[in-house]
């Protein structure tokens, strides 16, 4: 049974950060793939600075292209929102029963885990795997040691997508913090601008 591991994010933009880390999993794990699960545009959130669904979607695909073992995945796109993982993860396994879903994530995500929805529920059924975070907060009890828990020891990224919408607004030059076609769609499209 092939193991996807589920990187999800909004991806506003993607980064080489979350590249590095995607493919850090996929080369240093037992995964087979990573799927970089876009999270949509929130109905209720008019957030400015989100592109729209099929842009980032975009992004995606392109920063991808080059690694056969990353794939965008829009499988959220089509859920009701608000988007909760618990239910990607049930609508995932009933359409690909052929695979196992893992769910990457960082400390800082785990350290606040149990306010998730159904989290006993996704714990049960799927494996975590966790990569470090500069800003973590303590791992609550119930998760340190976990036999479904497993804590990998990836690159810590210090790039954000605030920050490169932040320094492009100002005018810096980005390019080398994105994947090549990915900077030249942004740039063609005076994304974030």
């Known amino acids: 049974m092939q193991k996807i591991g589920l990187f999800f994010g909004s991806f506003n933009p993607i980064h080489n950060g979350h590249l590095i880390l995607a493919n850090h999993f996929v080369e240093h794990t037992n995964l087979d793939q990573v799927w970089l699960v876009i999270t949509p545009k929130s109905p209720f959130k008019q957030k400015q600075s989100m592109l729209p669904n099929h842009h980032r979607l975009e992004l995606v695909y392109r920063a991808t292209q080059d690694y056969p073992n990353l794939h965008p995945s829009d499988i959220e796109f089509g859920l009701s929102t608000p988007n909760y993982t618990t239910d990607s993860l049930a609508h995932l396994e009933e359409k690909h029963p052929d695979k196992q879903f893992v769910l990457l994530m960082g400390e800082d995500n785990l350290a606040h885990f149990q306010k998730w929805k159904n989290h006993e529920v996704i714990l ?26 497993t804590l990998v020891e990836a690159p810590e990224m210090q790039v954000s997508s605030s920050a490169i919408r932040k320094w492009i607004k100002e005018g810096k030059n980005i390019r080398p913090l994105l994947p090549p076609k990915c900077w030249e769609y942004l740039d063609q499209m005076n994304f974030y601008k």
Do not use: D, T
């Not at 049960?124 to 828990?149: D, S, T």
């Open 124 to 149: 049960k059924r799927h494996a975590l795997y966790v990569y470090p975070r500069k800003e973590a907060k303590a791992i609550p009890p119930q998760f340190q040691n976990h036999p479904k828990i």
